[in-house]
């Protein structure tokens, strides 16, 4: 399915053959595509144009992605466009760092053309959810039900004990299937007057999630060295 016409992506990448296949593929699928080899300039398209998302590789030669990222999201003008990193393998703290810093997601080097195609519109999609309003006050996945009014987990119809702490989290990963979550931003999402939640713990509480949920545990996913996810369901 293409997306609505007319979506723009900047795409900021140095290596050509890479960005010479975003290019085309993103342009196949639909979309308007803007690119550039420099982050200064790549910086500049971003808040001349406001794109509906910027494609960004962190390893750039002149401003790193990172820093345009800070940029990005520390500017009232350009802080809500959606931001997905590229990355080389094994730059496991880059990708908490970016993350940390706002952008929405991430894919690694080498990637599947279809697997990104795929993430930059399920980003697309969180967007244009979040533009809506809040998070849905019930959320229903598999047999699987969130209720945020009556603070309660339906497990196949079977009320699931879970405590202040893991409801939060659950809640939080689930209002936005598809996006990684570091620790850090799990940590605050979880946090209240009255919860303490310290250091890597989130694991512990994310464990006990898990095994609460049942045979819908992997409905949670593990993100190498940078956190968790809630699995997106196909369309």
């Not at 293409?2 to 979506?7: G, I, K, S, Y």
């Not at 409801?167 to 979550?181: E, I, K, N, T």
């Not at 919860?195 to 409905?219: A, T």
């Amino acid at each position: 399915m293409h997306q609505v016409a007319n979506q723009k992506i900047i795409v900021v990448e140095d290596e050509a053959d890479i960005l010479e296949v975003l290019e085309f593929n993103l342009a196949q699928d639909g979309f308007d595509v803007v690119c550039s080899q420099e982050g200064e300039k790549g910086l500049e398209l971003v808040q001349q144009e406001k794109p509906d998302l910027v494609l960004l590789d962190l390893m750039l030669p002149d401003l790193n992605g990172l820093e345009i990222c800070r940029r990005l999201k520390s500017d009232a003008a350009t802080q809500d466009i959606p931001i997905m990193m590229v990355t080389a393998k094994g730059k496991e703290s880059d990708i908490v760092l970016g993350l940390g810093l706002g952008a929405d997601d991430y894919i690694t080097k080498p990637f599947n053309v279809g697997e990104l195609i795929a993430r930059v519109k399920a980003v697309l999609r969180r967007a244009a959810a979040a533009r809506e309003g809040a998070p849905a006050k019930r959320i229903v996945c598999q047999g699987i039900a969130i209720d945020a009014d009556k603070h309660e987990v339906l497990v196949d119809g079977q009320l699931a004990e879970l405590t202040v702490t893991e409801f939060r989290l659950l809640h939080a990963l689930a209002s936005a299937p598809g996006r990684v979550f570091t620790r850090d931003q799990l940590m605050e999402q979880a946090m209240g007057d009255e919860v303490i939640v310290l250091d890597r713990n989130i694991d512990v509480h994310i464990g006990s999630v898990r095994k609460k949920l049942g045979r819908y545990r992997d409905l949670v996913e593990t993100v190498w060295g940078v956190g968790y996810r809630f699995r997106e369901q196909d369309d």
